[in-house]
């Protein structure tokens, strides 16, 4: 089982940067694949981008490809997202999420952080 907590969001001007850390707890975090997700108001929730438990293959969705970097320090369990770049259309509550290895579904996920992006 793992535990999972984000942090890092808050406000920032169009064109600047956060970057959003998710801290798990569980002695296996390094064996789990995780991503982040985000889901806007009035929308659903979508995949932003995704790493293996080796952190060399990662996976992101066209809309921020280029601007976001997912990346994990297993020592620290802990995956990170930075986000450059960053637009409007970004905003949104930021979740992050680990994926099962028992099913390969994201059964486990945090509790969310605010990203809000103003014009």
């Known amino acids: 089982q793992v535990q999972l907590v984000e942090s890092g969001g808050g406000l920032v001007q169009a064109g600047g940067s956060l970057r959003l850390s998710c801290a798990a707890s569980?002695?296996?975090?390094?064996?789990?694949?995780m991503g982040w997700f985000r889901q806007a108001p009035g929308k659903e929730r979508e995949f932003v981008a995704a790493i293996r438990w080796s952190g060399g293959t990662t996976s992101y969705a066209d809309s921020v490809k280029g601007r976001f970097t997912i990346s994990r320090d297993n020592a620290k369990n802990t995956v990170y997202l930075q986000m450059n770049s960053l637009k409007p259309e970004d905003t949104a509550v930021y979740y992050c999420?680990?994926?099962?290895?028992?099913?390969?579904?994201?059964?486990?996920w945090g509790q969310g952080t605010q990203v809000t992006v103003s014009s």
């Open positions: 999420a680990a994926k099962n290895p028992a099913n390969w579904q994201y059964d486990y």
């Open positions: 569980g002695r296996t975090f390094s064996t789990y694949p």
